[in-house]
Every structure is written in structure tokens, then in C-alpha cells.
């Protein structure tokens, strides 16, 4: 009985190696390996148990493989209704970015379902979190481009895009002015219509921008309490 | 003499080639029937990529190009907001983008484009 904890100890330093050497595919065949004698023993409840497996999903999310990892989940958890279960396949889902789904799995731990919730652009969630540092708001990015063309997107610190922006409708707004000025008819539709075109695109644009800094942001905050890592 | 040469190099093949979803078979017949707006811009796309596209080169900073984003935002999204984010998307296709790149999904090799930053349409539901 030592010669197999022995053993089943090494391998699990083993494979906890090839993760930290950075090789997460084969340290998951080990971790599988673990797992295997572990339910064939029939300790598929131990503490051991739940303990590898968090490993094993580690080293899929290291592979980038989440969905992966939720096939191994299903295959490898034998109590599809604890709470291990539910935290981890939530974790699974969030990386694939499926925070609706991830919320639903999570329902009753307050802290993870507020960590989904901040994703989703829930205020309450912050109430529990905290509010992450550096959010800005993508209605501010809007109003400003529409005041500025670029402006947005400077306020997004993406000041090259906001010059460019700058640029395009700059130029194209003198266009549709000289066109005007000189009445000229069929000039002041291409330009008119090239103008509308970029300026609201800028103005989206600007939004999208912020919007995508905001969920960058967030998911950096919130990973901090994900089960994995 | 100046729209023949415009429209010389078009090549008219009866699918759309790379749509978002490629489970989904979707012919000019069925894009104009269902959508007509849509349809039209998804044909100024392809003769842009027939003619403009060709002339001009391999210019684009990003995979997929800014013709290939647009048409396929227009596709996934609607021609309202397919045609907001390809405004935006021709917007940040500037030499200055790559200082950006891990905003977005990183830079990736492009066989026969080389070195492009990743902006899949995807990333924008």
C-alpha cells in the first residue's frame, strides 16, 4: 500500500513538472494516469481526488482548451452535482466566455456569480466585488466623437486611431464644404454620403472601443476569483 | 473604357465565399429574397474585391482584411451595424494599428499575407 501512495505521490509531482515546464498535454495524460488508479480503488470521493482533477483542468486551460477540459469534467467528475463540480465547470464556461451560462452554473455562490455577473455589465456585482480600476464609459466615448471625430477613441488610449479617425473626416467634412461651396450637386452626395458613412462609424467605433477596454479590464479584476489557478 | 477595366477582373461564383458560418449555404438567390439591403451591399463587396481589391494589392493590417471583415459583418450583423463596424474597422487600419495588437487578438501569420493583426468578426458580438 506505501509502494502504490509512493508511486501515485511521484507521478503526481510528475505531471505537476510537465505542467510547470510547460508541457500542460502531457502532464493531463499523467494527471489522467493518477485518476484512473484513484477510481479503479475506488477513492473517486477523496479529497486526492478532486484535487487532481482541478489539476487536470488547469492544464487544459494552459493548453487553451476549455471545451476540452468540459469533456474531461463530465467524463472524470463522479458527482455531477456537487459544488466542485459546479464551480469548475462554471470556470470552464467562463473562458469560453459564455458568462450567461457560466452565472446560471454558478447560482448560489454569491461571489461567482457576481465575478459573471461584472461581465455581463451587472452594477449590482460590484457591490460585492468591488469596482475595478481604470473603467471608462463607452456613452462618454460616443459623445465625444460625435463632438470631435476621434476624440473617443483618444479618451479610449488608443490615440492613433483617434488621429486617423481625425484625419478621414476632417478631410472628407472639407470636401462636402467645397462641394457646397462650388454647389455642386453630384460632389456633395459622394462626399456627404462618404462623411456619413465615417463619421458614424467613428462614433460606434468609439463605443466599441471603451466597451471592449471595460471587459478587458473586468476579466483581468475578476479572474482573481475564478476556482482554477 | 474606364468601368471595363473596372469590371474586368470580376469573377461572379454563385456562393458567397467565406461566410461567418459555414454551415449555413447561403446563395445570392436566398441573400437578395431575404434581405435585399444586404444583398446589395454584400454585391458593391464583391465587386470591390473583383476590381479595387485586385488592383490595389496586399495592403491590409489586418486578418481578415477590412473587405472580408465588412462583408461579413454585414452578413452575421445586419447591414446597420455590419456597416457601423466596417466604417470603424477602415478606420483603424493604419500603419500605427500594430501598436495595438494585443487589444485585440494578437498578430498572426497569414500564409501569402504575412505578419496581420487578428480582429475576427466574432470578437464583436
Known sequence: MMVLLASLDSLLMFARDLYLEGDPYRAILEYKRVLYTLRI??????????????????????LGDPMGGMRALEYWATDHTGRDYRRYLGTLMFLMRDYGQARRVWRGDDTLEAVAGAMLGDGKAYDLLGR????????????????IPGLGKAYAGRWKDGLYSFAINSSLALGLYLAA???????????????AYFYLGNIYGSYVAVRKMNERITLEYVSRWLPLF | MGLILLLGPLRFTPDLPDLPRTERTIGWDDVFASDPITGTLLLLWKLYRGSVSQIQGEVCNFHPSCSVFGARAIAEYGPLRGLLLSSDRLQRCHPGAYSYAEQYGGVVFVEGRGYKIYDPVEDYR
Open chain 1, 132 to 147: 475595478p480600476p481604470g473603467l471608462k464609459s463607452p456613452a462618454v466615448a460616443a459623445a465625444l466623437s460625435a463632438l
Open chain 1, 181 to 195: 461651396r462650388d454647389d455642386s450637386k453630384p460632389r456633395m452626395a459622394v462626399y456627404g454620403l462618404a462623411f
Open chain 1, 41 to 62: 480503488e475506488g477513492r473517486d470521493t477523496d479529497t486526492l481526488y478532486s484535487y487532481v482533477l482541478r489539476r487536470m483542468l488547469e492544464a487544459y486551460v494552459a
